[in-house]
């Protein structure tokens, strides 16, 4: 085996090696790695820092990186007990991760992504932006302190292609009374301005809509909700452009539509789609019937045509804003199971195919999961410090909420009771491999080959209904999130009963060492007697 000289002699031979290759090909090779691996890169040498860091490079990275869907369930209590905020990412397997997302706090709400980016609301009188894969975080004040009735929904967080800026928005009704249902303000933070800009609707706007309805961005615009009385829909589409910082309103289109519906706004192939479907009457956030999805084809002309008609989606929710990725779409079922289904079909009529049950995300609520599109970049906030409070890549696993003391103490207990198991897994078989250890230096004294073969093969049969020890669990240093939580205390369940098993058994055969032992014990005392009696004649 290399020493550990040897070993770093040989690395830094190998990375002599790449260095010797032209710059452009080291950069093509580093756009083909994931974040992860980069991370690791920068403190390499000089010349990697400097590709990694690079503008240009980050941004080509980003260009092809994979999009992933994040499903987000914000705390919430149910039947009394309080769960934090939570998040699952699916891969483009549909893979989902199994750790917890570090710069996402228990009490935090999303309110966004884009670029690798999270925007989350805190109970705090901040706002929080943090890197996804790079764990830096930056803390923004909110537009007005202490306001009551002060919402997650009601902010936003887009990026504009052209301009490069990120923008935070706020939907603030002037009177500052969200009971009434309107506003007519939107607050603007670019990153790395010093301050909130107020921008003015020419109209009232429903902020219900914006709650219940969704908001997105596309292309360096903002797109919602709001009612219209004398639309076939009963809605419009309220336009924001993030450069102009202006209004615009496009028309659904003319279509009758009846029933009982609801609408939600979303984002699919890079275009602004609006879906819609009956749900019941009492229970509005489930669908009764077919979901028609119609997209957005010119903003100039206002064409909207039909994308999906799906039959047969009652009693399923729609998460958003995000529910359709690449070819699947995402529902959630009224007993917390979360479903991908492809989509199949021709002309706008799609048939649901091959359901897939992703994972079930009890105890949290079904109709409070979030689905967002998102992606692992490098992305830098240090450019915007001067205007927030910004925290390194360090990733505290603990919550130093005083309220969620408890679900710590939880999780240092469940290591704990993992640890205690495999202890006892060791110690169940610790006694009969001894005394198996034992049996074999006996067996060397006893002088009869006849009799040591015989009590050899029975011996190795005693063994052969030794249990073998499972190995060990791998656990993670980093917290599991919610729904891998449930399924590691499943396993750790399944576990503890194979060790009862193990327990048994190695008893067992602790008896039928021991007998073996003194068999073998008895043949040797059998023997010095004979040769004892041999030598006195």
């Known amino acids: 085996m290399d020493s550990e000289e040897t070993k770093t002699k040989k690395k830094q031979k190998e990375q002599c090696i790449i260095n010797c290759l032209p710059s452009d090909l080291i950069e093509r090779i580093f756009l083909r790695l994931p974040v992860s691996t980069l991370l690791r890169y920068i403190e390499v040498c000089k010349q990697w820092h400097k590709v990694i860091r690079d503008p240009q490079f980050i941004t080509a990275h980003l260009e092809q990186a994979p999009r992933c869907a994040l499903v987000f369930f914000p705390p919430e209590s149910v039947q009394g007990k309080p769960y934090p905020s939570d998040a699952t990412i699916f891969d483009e397997a549909w893979s989902h991760s199994t750790l917890a997302v570090p710069v996402i706090g228990p009490d935090d709400f999303l309110c966004g992504s884009c670029n690798g980016l999270l925007c989350l609301f805190t109970k705090t009188s901040t706002i929080k932006i943090a890197n996804l894969a790079t764990g830096e975080c930056l803390h923004l004040d909110k537009p007005i302190k202490n306001l009551k009735g002060d919402h997650f929904s009601f902010y936003r967080f887009s990026f504009h292609p052209i301009t490069k800026d990120y923008k935070v928005t706020h939907f603030l009704d002037e009177h500052q009374n969200y009971s009434r249902g309107t506003f007519s303000i939107v607050q603007v933070y670019s990153l790395g301005s010093d301050k909130w800009k107020d921008v003015k609707s020419s109209e009232v706007l429903s902020l219900s809509c914006v709650k219940n309805s969704g908001v997105i961005s596309v292309h360096g615009s903002m797109f919602w909700l709001t009612e219209d009385a004398g639309a076939s829909w009963k809605h419009a589409v309220i336009t924001f452009d993030l450069n102009e910082e202006s209004f615009a309103r496009i028309q659904l289109p003319e279509v009758a539509l009846g029933g009982y519906r609801r609408y939600w706004i979303t984002e699919i192939n890079g275009k602004v789609c609006i879906a819609t479907g009956e749900v019941h009457k009492y229970r509005p956030k489930i669908l009764a019937d077919k979901l028609q999805v119609w997209t957005l084809d ?139 250890i034992e049996v074999k230096e006996v067996l060397k004294h006893l002088p009869d080959e006849v009799i040591r073969q015989r009590i050899t093969k029975e011996f190795v049969q005693i063994l052969q209904q030794l249990p073998d020890c499972p190995q060990q669990h791998p656990r993670s240093l980093q917290r599991l999130n919610l729904v891998e939580s449930k399924r590691d205390r499943e396993k750790f369940i399944a576990r503890s009963n194979r060790v009862k098993d193990m327990v048994k058994v190695s008893k067992e055969v602790c008896v039928d060492i021991r007998r073996a032992l003194m068999c073998v014990l008895d043949h040797c005392k059998g023997t010095s007697n004979s040769a004892d009696n041999i030598s006195q004649e």
Request: net charge positive.
């Open 298 to 436: 010119s903003m100039v002309d206002q064409n909207w045509s039909q994308t999906y008609s799906i039959p047969h989606t009652h009693n399923y929710y729609l998460p958003g804003p995000h529910f359709v990725h690449r070819d699947k779409i995402m529902v959630q079922g009224i007993l917390c199971d979360m479903y991908l289904y492809e989509l199949f079909g021709e002309n706008c009529r799609t048939k649901l195919s091959n359901r897939v049950k992703a994972l079930n995300f009890s105890p949290h609520k079904p109709d409070n999961m979030q689905s967002y599109m998102c992606v692992k970049s490098l992305v830098r906030l240090e450019a915007y410090k001067k205007v927030g409070i910004l925290h390194g890549s360090k990733q505290r696993e603990g919550w130093n909420l005083k309220k969620w003391e408890a679900w710590e103490r939880g999780i240092c207990k469940s290591e704990d009771a993992w640890k205690n198991l495999y202890e006892l897994e060791q110690n169940s078989l610790a006694l009969p491999r001894n005394l198996a």
